[in-house]
């Protein structure tokens, strides 16, 4: 497992976060029992990670109980990230609602701190959510001066938002973006990446295989008609690709990794064998400049 510099922070984080999405079980799973999701973060440790991405949206809290479950104990350094927004339902951004949806992830996840607060999809707060007197932000600052949390993060795919709250604040350390930039997509890199690099932002790429459209859900996805807009491309990609001595699955990961501008890919792995593919990839073996550069060519 190869590390990073997590933007003004000084931590050392591995490339491959383990999101906290899916581990419980997918929609198509069913509920896991909580076994499970702990077997898979006791696997991520062995790898190397030392990041772990959650929210009171994943499985209606079950995601933040596993992880307290599993990190209960554990003496190796790691860091803790969770976000607020969505419950308690109606989430309405204001200071009553931040906490007592921080509260509630507190208990869940059986300790009093995290290291890293997040706010969960910045579109849906919008920018009054975020930044008027009252609102999430500023009771956020609050949480963090009362030691309850290291940070503050941003969450969200409205670039345009979120790098206009980057200019207008430097109290954010990271920003997790998904289904912006990936083998079918540079949108992000575009518009939000410089920006969050102005301001020495981690920036944290999610849904890297484009919500499984790069992955195992090819197929599905393409049945369902989901993604449409990228069908081209990925096309051309996988093209591009098929001579290539490694699954397009894998060249997703590694094009990004190729990018020094980005922190760290978040992976929402549903098992362990999801898990060790990604982890797998964080070996420090980069794409080759000419075929990043057939790569950009497509779009």
Same mark, same amino acid.
């Given at each position: 497992?190869?590390?990073?510099?997590?933007?003004?922070?000084? =931590?050392?984080? %591995? !490339?491959?976060?383990?999101?906290?999405? =899916?581990?419980?079980?997918?929609?198509?799973?069913?509920?896991?029992?909580?076994?499970?999701?702990?077997?898979?973060? !006791?696997?991520?440790?062995?790898?190397?990670?030392?990041?772990?991405?959650?929210?009171?949206?994943?499985?209606?809290?079950?995601?933040?109980?596993?992880?307290?479950?599993?990190?209960?104990?554990?003496?190796?350094?790691?860091?803790?990230?969770?976000?607020?927004?969505?419950h308690? !339902?109606?989430?309405?951004?204001?200071?009553?609602?931040?906490?007592?949806?921080?509260? #509630?992830?507190? !208990?869940?996840?059986?300790?009093?701190?995290?290291?890293?607060?997040?706010? &969960?999809?910045?579109? $849906?707060?919008? =920018?009054?959510?975020?930044?008027?007197?009252?609102?999430?932000?500023?009771?956020?600052?609050?949480?963090?001066? $009362?030691?309850?949390?290291?940070?503050?993060? @941003?969450?969200?795919?409205?670039?345009?938002?979120?790098?206009?709250?980057?200019?207008?604040?430097?109290? *954010?350390?990271?920003?997790?973006?998904?289904?912006k930039?990936?083998?079918?997509?540079?949108?992000?890199?575009?518009?939000?990446?410089?920006?969050?690099?102005? $301001?020495?932002?981690?920036?944290?790429c #999610?849904?890297?295989?484009?919500?499984? @459209?790069?992955?195992?859900?090819?197929? &599905?996805?393409?049945?369902?008609?989901? *993604?449409?807009? &990228?069908?081209?491309?990925?096309?051309?990609?996988?093209?591009?690709?098929?001579g290539?001595?490694?699954?397009?699955?894998?060249? %997703?990961?590694?094009?990004?990794?190729?990018?020094?501008n980005v922190?760290?890919?978040?992976?929402?792995?549903?098992?362990?064998?999801?898990?060790?593919?990604?982890?797998?990839? %964080?070996?420090? $073996?980069?794409l080759?400049?000419?075929?990043?550069?057939?790569?950009? #060519?497509? &779009?």
């Amino acid at each position: 497992m190869e590390y990073r510099t997590f933007g003004k922070t000084g =931590w050392q984080v %591995s !490339e491959i976060g383990m999101g906290g999405s =899916w581990f419980y079980g997918r929609p198509e799973m069913g509920l896991l029992p909580v076994s499970h999701g702990v077997s898979v973060v !006791e696997r991520a440790l062995e790898l190397g990670v030392n990041y772990f991405d959650t929210a009171p949206l994943y499985g209606k809290g079950r995601s933040e109980e596993i992880l307290g479950t599993a990190l209960k104990g554990v003496m190796e350094p790691y860091y803790l990230a969770t976000k607020v927004g969505y419950h308690p !339902e109606p989430f309405d951004y204001t200071r009553d609602s931040v906490w007592r949806g921080l509260d #509630a992830s507190l !208990e869940r996840l059986g300790r009093d701190h995290v290291n890293l607060i997040q706010i &969960h999809e910045a579109e $849906q707060a919008g =920018w009054d959510g975020i930044m008027s007197a009252g609102r999430t932000l500023e009771t956020l600052i609050d949480i963090r001066e $009362q030691g309850i949390a290291d940070h503050i993060g @941003l969450t969200g795919s409205d670039l345009g938002l979120m790098s206009r709250v980057f200019r207008e604040t430097d109290e *954010f350390v990271s920003v997790i973006t998904f289904l912006k930039y990936d083998l079918l997509t540079r949108e992000a890199r575009e518009e939000l990446v410089p920006t969050a690099l102005e $301001q020495q932002v981690a920036v944290i790429c #999610a849904s890297p295989l484009h919500g499984g @459209l790069l992955g195992s859900k090819r197929d &599905h996805w393409i049945d369902k008609g989901r *993604f449409a807009e &990228h069908y081209d491309r990925l096309e051309k990609v996988e093209s591009l690709l098929a001579g290539m001595n490694e699954p397009v699955e894998r060249l %997703s990961l590694r094009y990004l990794l190729s990018d020094p501008n980005v922190t760290m890919i978040l992976s929402g792995v549903s098992d362990i064998a999801e898990l060790e593919v990604s982890a797998s990839v %964080s070996d420090g $073996q980069h794409l080759d400049e000419g075929l990043i550069r057939e790569i950009e #060519a497509l &779009h």
